[in-house]
């Protein structure tokens, strides 16, 4: 590969661009960062985290830096599901976990966190041109002052729904744009709206107006119950024509000339806090891999549901900044770039999946669409049930197809927390991978293993530790914290060795004796 400027652009300071260049800098690649935007955004787009991320994130060491502007993550006791409040509250260890957490908060951490391990933000510079050959990748940046030109090894676009550099690439992004507007407000109830003692409203010439979604003929009305300091999250929904233009800033008056159109009576509200407007999609790129350009968080997928977008978007850096660090340093086994594409197009297809059915749901408006959800929530009543639709929500539920995987359930899932007990105390799984490398973790005594894995040992860490109740003798962990290979309790070397051969092979190329020797040597 020719000289470069950095080993990755990434293009967008979002979320998933921020998550992306501090697991890039983990895995030792230089990314630069470019934002259009010339500052970091003020106005939430989302006011929580919450799914399988959240997790992660604790895997990376940030859980008390999000305790300390957020709260603490814990399981969400009611959701909102196709035009209906689903009450999680019945289930003793709900697999779906969120924190409040206004999202310019959220993208202040993370862009502190990238420049703290040395990544390069840049704002204000946006990106108009992308060329690509079999070595590097061009990009055309218009900066505060001038035009200029950066070369990398990749190119990633992290940069919305709506994203140029997917475009330029000649990605194709299928699906379709719902006519919905939805107008969101986090906002005040002044002194002249009675609030009722269970947080619901009383207005003039419409009466009780119930937490939920309230349906009328113009549209839904949605409310959370109003607090103690009378603040509260609305929700407006009306069919338009076209698409509306998300940058335009939305004022207090159009929200309440919404309501006005819904309801049908005047809504007194004060003190916004946030204003947005937004419409669903329900689109996903072809493919998230094009040469050496990648697509990742919304410039990859838009669902048709709210509370999901942050999950996939910083779960989709995670599953690539591994794989694309390898490539660079020369050493991913064949196949291993692309399995990103397969790994995540294949969970933005569950994603979808999901968001798509609360569209059938929340769209309905005639009686059979009203006997449809209260059927559904009928359904529901069902522990099993309603575990498995928070789950498939978290994204918990999620299991990658890995190539010949062995037949033990934990593979292609996410590394549960475990308690474990080491030589240096006690911890849990989520010590060993706040470093973002690959892990070997032995729950029992497999010398065995243990003398195969050492010709990995260069680039995949070997730990011991035991745990109650393990779930089996050993874990192969990825760098993204899923499990790539286990070996069941008491697994006959006859079939553990040679598996374990095979994983480490996939997943980080052929062994390097020579590195090893060198690393025992020093």
Same mark, same amino acid.
């Given at each position: 590969?020719?000289?470069?400027?950095?080993?990755?652009?990434?293009?967008? =300071?979002?979320?998933?661009?921020?998550?992306?260049?501090?697991?890039?800098?983990?895995?030792?690649?230089?990314?630069?960062?470019? !934002?259009?935007?010339?500052?970091?955004?003020?106005?939430?787009? $989302?006011?929580?985290?919450?799914?399988?991320?959240?997790?992660?994130?604790?895997?990376?060491?940030?859980?008390? &830096?999000?305790?300390?502007?957020?709260?603490?993550?814990?399981?969400?006791?009611?959701?909102?599901?196709?035009?209906?409040?689903?009450?999680?509250?019945?289930?003793?260890?709900?697999?779906?976990?969120?924190?409040?957490?206004?999202?310019?908060?959220?993208?202040?951490?993370?862009?502190?966190?990238?420049?703290?391990?040395?990544?390069?933000?840049?704002?204000?510079?946006?990106?108009?041109?992308?060329? @690509?050959?079999? *070595?590097?990748?061009?990009?055309?940046?218009?900066?505060?002052?001038?035009?200029?030109?950066?070369?990398?090894?990749?190119?990633?676009?992290?940069?919305?729904?709506?994203?140029?550099?997917?475009?330029?690439?000649?990605? %194709?992004?299928? %699906?379709?744009?719902?006519?919905?507007?939805?107008?969101?407000?986090?906002?005040?109830?002044?002194?002249?709206?009675?609030?009722?003692?269970?947080?619901?409203?009383?207005?003039?010439?419409?009466?009780?107006?119930?937490?939920?979604?309230?349906?009328?003929?113009?549209?839904?009305?949605?409310?959370?119950?109003?607090?103690?300091?009378?603040?509260?999250?609305?929700?407006?929904?009306?069919?338009?024509?076209?698409?509306?233009?998300?940058?335009?800033?939305?004022?207090?008056?159009?929200? @309440?000339?919404?309501?006005?159109?819904?309801?049908?009576?005047?809504?007194?509200?004060?003190?916004?806090?946030?204003?947005? &407007?937004?419409?669903?999609?329900?689109?996903?790129?072809?493919?998230?891999?094009? %040469? &050496?350009?990648?697509?990742?968080?919304?410039?990859?997928?838009?669902?048709?549901?709210?509370?999901?977008?942050?999950?996939?978007?910083?779960?989709?850096?995670?599953?690539?900044?591994?794989?694309? $660090?390898?490539?660079?340093? %020369?050493?991913?086994?064949?196949?291993?770039?692309?399995?990103?594409?397969?790994?995540?197009?294949? =969970?933005?297809?569950?994603?979808?999946?999901?968001?798509?059915?609360?569209? $059938?749901?929340?769209?309905?408006?005639?009686?059979?669409?009203?006997?449809?959800?209260?059927?559904?929530?009928?359904?529901?009543?069902?522990?099993?049930?309603?575990?498995?639709?928070? *789950?498939?929500?978290?994204?918990?539920?999620?299991?990658?197809?890995?190539?010949?995987?062995?037949?033990?359930?934990?593979?292609?899932?996410?590394?549960?927390?475990?308690?474990?007990?080491?030589? @240096?105390?006690?911890?849990?799984?989520?010590?060993?991978?706040?470093?973002?490398?690959?892990?070997?973790?032995?729950?029992?005594?497999?010398?065995?293993? &243990?003398?195969? *894995?050492?010709?990995?040992?260069?680039?995949?860490?070997?730990?011991?530790?035991?745990?109650?109740?393990?779930?089996?003798?050993?874990?192969?962990?990825?760098?993204? =914290?899923?499990?790539?290979?286990?070996?069941?309790?008491? !697994?006959?070397?006859?079939?553990?060795?040679?598996?374990?051969?095979?994983?480490?092979?996939?997943?980080?190329?052929?062994?390097?004796?020579?590195?090893?020797?060198?690393?025992?040597?020093?």
């Amino acid at each position: 590969m020719r000289d470069t400027d950095a080993d990755v652009i990434i293009v967008g =300071a979002g979320p998933t661009g921020l998550m992306l260049a501090a697991e890039l800098r983990l895995a030792g690649v230089m990314p630069v960062v470019l !934002e259009r935007s010339p500052q970091l955004r003020t106005v939430p787009k $989302a006011n929580g985290l919450g799914g399988q991320i959240v997790q992660v994130l604790g895997y990376r060491g940030l859980t008390e &830096r999000l305790r300390e502007i957020g709260s603490d993550a814990g399981p969400m006791t009611a959701v909102p599901f196709g035009g209906m409040q689903v009450d999680l509250s019945p289930l003793a260890d709900s697999p779906l976990k969120a924190m409040h957490l206004p999202q310019p908060k959220l993208e202040q951490l993370l862009d502190d966190r990238a420049s703290e391990l040395g990544a390069q933000v840049r704002r204000g510079h946006a990106v108009i041109g992308v060329e @690509q050959d079999d *070595a590097a990748v061009t990009v055309e940046v218009q900066g505060p002052d001038s035009e200029y030109r950066l070369t990398a090894g990749y190119v990633v676009a992290c940069d919305g729904t709506r994203s140029r550099v997917r475009d330029l690439a000649g990605i %194709g992004f299928p %699906g379709t744009t719902y006519p919905e507007v939805n107008r969101l407000g986090q906002v005040s109830v002044p002194d002249s709206v009675t609030v009722l003692a269970d947080g619901t409203i009383e207005i003039d010439g419409y009466g009780v107006v119930p937490t939920g979604f309230t349906r009328t003929d113009h549209g839904v009305f949605a409310m959370g119950p109003v607090s103690p300091a009378r603040t509260v999250m609305i929700q407006v929904t009306e069919d338009t024509a076209g698409e509306t233009d998300d940058n335009e800033p939305m004022t207090l008056t159009e929200l @309440q000339d919404s309501i006005r159109r819904v309801l049908g009576v005047e809504l007194p509200l004060t003190d916004p806090i946030r204003l947005s &407007r937004y419409q669903f999609q329900a689109r996903q790129a072809e493919r998230y891999r094009a %040469g &050496r350009i990648l697509v990742a968080g919304d410039a990859a997928h838009g669902f048709p549901m709210t509370g999901v977008g942050l999950n996939a978007g910083m779960l989709d850096a995670v599953n690539l900044a591994w794989k694309l $660090a390898a490539e660079l340093h %020369g050493r991913a086994p064949a196949g291993l770039l692309d399995s990103y594409h397969d790994e995540r197009h294949f =969970a933005g297809t569950r994603i979808m999946m999901q968001t798509q059915a609360q569209v $059938a749901l929340r769209r309905g408006d005639d009686p059979a669409a009203q006997a449809l959800r209260e059927l559904f929530q009928e359904m529901l009543v069902d522990e099993p049930a309603l575990h498995r639709l928070a *789950a498939l929500i978290a994204g918990t539920e999620l299991r990658y197809p890995l190539p010949a995987p062995n037949r033990h359930p934990l593979t292609g899932t996410v590394v549960p927390d475990l308690p474990l007990r080491t030589e @240096q105390g006690e911890g849990t799984v989520a010590d060993l991978l706040h470093a973002a490398r690959p892990v070997l973790l032995f729950l029992s005594d497999r010398e065995d293993l &243990r003398l195969l *894995a050492e010709d990995w040992s260069d680039r995949v860490d070997l730990r011991t530790a035991t745990a109650a109740d393990r779930p089996a003798d050993a874990l192969l962990i990825r760098p993204d =914290a899923h499990i790539a290979w286990a070996a069941t309790v008491d !697994e006959s070397p006859d079939t553990a060795v040679p598996a374990l051969r095979d994983a480490l092979t996939t997943w980080f190329g052929a062994p390097d004796r020579a590195a090893v020797a060198s690393m025992v040597s020093d």
